[in-house]
């Protein structure tokens, strides 16, 4: 048994670790005791789920948005495309388990339609995904700090993109 | 500060390397400045004193560390000539995209307050980085080839 399991194998386990516990571990003891690192996994979801939440948000703005309005979201739209695949190549689902990734969320409610308050909202939803990523950021590891860190960031820089928009 | 073990020498490492990028930083837009006007200059000497304050605390926070602050070199040679407008806006995105790689060594570090410090650090050298770039990036700090493309198991 290897004594220092590679990360790809620790968060493989993580996956699989709820349904060897509730079955009392019947099988796999390789995977009994991995070294706690269920935060990692939940902590990818979860920015995962906010990822998408913003996509949606995005679409649910750009559906009533004229085409000028829509194509200069588009540029910060593509960047959470790119934050969302990021964190999805760091989750590490092993094949033929039963897909967890989190479905798309539901469409968010309460978007505005006037143009001015809907770029309002992307942009106060914007501040409090950069605020919140900054949150999670004790309970990561540094590797994955880093990177929420990052689009942290990018979604700060959104913020003000998006309240010049929101003035016009 | 943090825990009776003091902080490691990767953290003191990690704090000064921040600094010696604030360091750049400071002298960078001090060149920059001079070749702007107007608006431009006056963000450039907001970005300069913002950086001036950061490598304060930066410095503050070694000590109170137990470390002796590095020091700024006394001339930098410049990533960029500059002689016009433009290539002092070009200048001031390449330091930003320093300082953020740096503060990004901060986020590494795992005492929560040093984090926090550098994943807030990395907001502010982002921000201004987009406001000299007009555009705005995925990935502040990061390097491309840490980014790593869909894997699969």
């Known amino acids: ?168 | 500060m943090s825990g009776s073990s003091g902080p490691g020498p990767a953290t003191i490492a990690a704090l000064q390397a921040a600094l010696a990028a604030e360091h750049a930083a400071v002298y960078g837009y001090g060149v920059a400045g001079a070749y702007l006007t107007g608006a431009s200059r006056a963000t450039a000497t907001a970005d300069w004193v913002a950086h001036q304050v950061t490598r304060d605390t930066l410095e503050a926070m070694l000590r109170s560390r137990g470390a002796q602050p590095v020091a700024a070199a006394a001339g930098y040679q410049l990533p960029v000539a500059v002689r016009t407008p433009a290539e002092a806006a070009q200048l001031a995105v390449i330091l930003e995209d320093r300082v953020a790689a740096a503060y990004l060594g901060l986020v590494a570090v795992t005492a929560a307050a040093i984090r926090r410090f550098g994943a807030e650090q990395l907001q502010a050298s982002a921000l201004r980085a987009a406001a000299w770039r007009g555009s705005t990036v995925a990935f502040p700090g990061l390097p491309a080839n840490s980014l790593a493309g869909p894997r699969h198991v």
């Open chain 1, 1 to 168: 048994m290897a004594a220092h399991p590679t990360r790809r194998v620790v968060l493989a386990a993580a996956v699989t670790l709820p349904l060897a516990a509730v079955s009392g571990c019947g099988g796999a003891d390789v995977l009994a005791t991995p070294p706690r690192p269920a935060a990692d996994v939940d902590l990818l979801r979860s920015a995962i789920a906010a990822e998408q939440l913003m996509i949606a948000r995005y679409g649910a703005v750009t559906g009533g948005a004229t085409a000028a309005v829509s194509s200069a979201l588009e540029p910060l739209l593509a960047e959470h495309r790119a934050h969302l695949a990021q964190l999805r190549s760091r989750l590490i689902v092993p094949a033929g388990s039963p897909t967890p990734s989190p479905r798309a969320p539901a469409a968010p409610a309460g978007v505005p339609s006037a143009p001015g308050a809907a770029l309002a909202y992307l942009r106060d939803a914007e501040q409090a995904a950069a605020a919140a990523l900054l949150g999670r950021l004790p309970h990561a590891p540094a590797s994955l700090a880093q990177l929420l860190a990052s689009i942290s960031a990018s979604e700060a820089t959104h913020v003000p993109v998006l309240g010049r928009m929101a003035a016009r």
